[in-house]
């Protein structure tokens, strides 16, 4: 293959960062000695890859709709590719930012959507021809732990802040921790704007060799994320080998559900799921060893070839 891609996000390697910074990361270095590749439009090439329709600085998100308009008013003869990784309501994104999705989707010349969930809120405003791909995890570097089951030992990360991530399921947690007694919670990254945590081990967040290595030392992860389009973090989690607990409310939780336990209201439902959980902690484990396949090598296949069909 000798087609070429430019990136609409240029993020930074060597730092920790959120599910998009991730999925550039990897499906660029997919990309070494397959194809070529840059973060930038110094040549018009075969395919832009476009991610968010705002230009962000933080993210490194130089390709916006006003950019993505103006490319193509040009008429150079290349392709361009939307992967949609979120939504609108009930998220706390502003309805610019769905406008700019849909403008964009529809300027585009194939549209990937990280999920089920995600294809359904976007389809009847979307003509473009799409796919489904879910994000995947780097196996290098998320391997399985050993299994061992001697505590329960609680974990989870997230990059954003948004209370929407999990505020009411880690407070909660944090709040009966000392009643539990044989229970430990570690949250990694930035927690919840609004948190006050008292109980909780709280780690700033790693790039993906440290977090590996962090998430190896812990039993079962734990994720209150709501409307989640498809979180990253609770497959490197699963992928570390972490049976799951995890919010029903979430656009991608039948990605997981094979390999844990969901609940629906974290004070009713959390401390029972945590019980099920010690008694099923060894077969999750094991179908997580025997089924889970949402891998880096296989999804960036899937993308390369529904944008070269």
Not at 67 to 86: A, G, P, Q
Not at 149 to 171: E, R
Not at 178 to 206: M, Q
């Amino acid at each position: 293959m000798n087609s070429s891609f430019v990136f609409g996000m240029c993020p930074n390697r060597h730092s920790a960062g959120g599910g998009g910074t991730k999925f550039v990361n990897y499906f660029s270095e997919k990309l070494v000695g397959r194809s070529s590749f840059q973060f930038s439009f110094k040549n018009p090439p075969d395919y832009v890859l476009m991610f968010d329709p705002r230009h962000l600085d933080f993210s490194g998100n130089w390709l916006s709709v006003e950019v993505l308009k103006d490319l193509k008013s040009r008429s150079f003869d290349c392709k361009y590719i939307h992967r949609i990784n979120d939504i609108g309501y009930p998220k706390n994104r502003p309805q610019e930012y769905v406008d700019g999705v849909i403008e964009m989707g529809n300027l585009a010349d194939k549209v990937v959507y990280v999920s089920q969930f995600v294809k359904e809120y976007y389809e009847d405003n979307i003509s473009t021809e799409s796919a489904v791909i879910p994000n995947g995890v780097d196996e290098r570097i998320f391997t399985k732990r050993d299994y061992s089951f001697d505590k329960i030992k609680l974990v989870t990360h997230h990059w954003s802040s948004d209370p929407m991530k999990g505020k009411a399921l880690y407070d909660y947690i944090d709040s009966k921790i000392p009643a539990w007694g044989n229970v430990e919670f570690t949250y990694i990254g930035n927690p919840p704007k609004g948190s006050d945590f008292k109980n909780t081990n709280v780690i700033e967040a790693l790039n993906s060799d440290d977090l590996a290595a962090e998430l190896r030392k812990h039993t079962i992860y734990v994720s209150g994320s709501e409307h989640e389009p498809c979180g990253m973090h609770k497959l490197e989690g699963v992928s570390s080998g972490l049976p799951i607990i995890y919010n029903e409310n979430s656009g991608d939780s039948y990605l997981t559900a094979d390999y844990g336990i969901g609940y629906l209201d974290a004070e009713r439902d959390f401390e029972v799921c945590l019980k099920q959980m010690e008694q099923k902690h060894h077969f999750f484990y094991n179908k997580i060893v025997d089924e889970f396949d949402l891998y880096l090598d296989v999804q960036t296949d899937k993308y390369l070839d529904f944008i070269l069909k």
